[in-house]
C-alpha cells in the first residue's frame, strides 16, 4: 500500500520559510519523479514543483521560481519542499505526489497522493 505522507506546514508571517517533507512507503522511491502541488480555497489545484527521480532536473511554476526549492533523499525516501520569502498568496493545502511515467506538470499524470498539508501565510 503506497502511502506519501506530508508534514511541515503551519502559519508564517510574509517574508517567512517553511520546510515541507514527504515520506513515501510502499513504492520504490527512487524510480519516481515526486512533485508538490497546492489547492487554494475556492481554486483549482496548482503545480508548484517537481524532481525527477535521480536529482537529475528540477522544475517550478514561475511564481515561486527563486523562492522555493525542491530536493529529495533516496536513502530517505523523502522529498522536501524549502520555501523562502512566503507571500500571502502561497497561503494553500500542500500536496506531494508521485509519477512513474516522464516528470510532470500536470496532475492527471501522478500516480499516488498524500493528504495535504496546510500551509497558511499571514500579511
Known amino acids: 500500500q503506497v502511502q506519501l505522507v506530508e508534514s511541515g506546514g503551519g502559519l508564517v508571517q510574509a517574508g517567512g520559510s517553511l520546510r515541507l517533507s514527504c515520506a513515501a512507503s510502499?513504492?520504490?522511491?527512487?524510480?519516481?519523479?515526486m512533485g508538490w502541488f497546492r489547492q487554494a480555497p475556492g481554486k483549482e489545484r496548482e503545480f508548484v514543483a517537481a524532481?525527477?527521480?535521480?536529482?537529475?532536473?528540477?522544475y517550478y511554476v514561475d511564481s515561486v521560481k527563486g523562492r522555493f526549492t525542491i530536493s529529495r533523499d533516496n536513502a530517505k525516501n523523502t522529498v522536501y519542499l524549502q520555501m523562502n520569502s512566503l507571500k500571502p498568496e502561497d497561503t494553500a493545502v500542500y500536496y506531494c505526489a508521485a509519477d512513474r511515467g516522464q516528470v510532470a506538470t500536470s496532475a492527471v499524470w501522478y500516480d499516488f497522493w498524500g493528504q495535504g498539508t496546510q500551509v497558511t501565510v499571514s500579511s
Open positions: 524532481i525527477t527521480w535521480n536529482n537529475d532536473s528540477t
Open positions: 510502499g513504492l520504490i522511491f527512487s524510480r519516481y519523479n
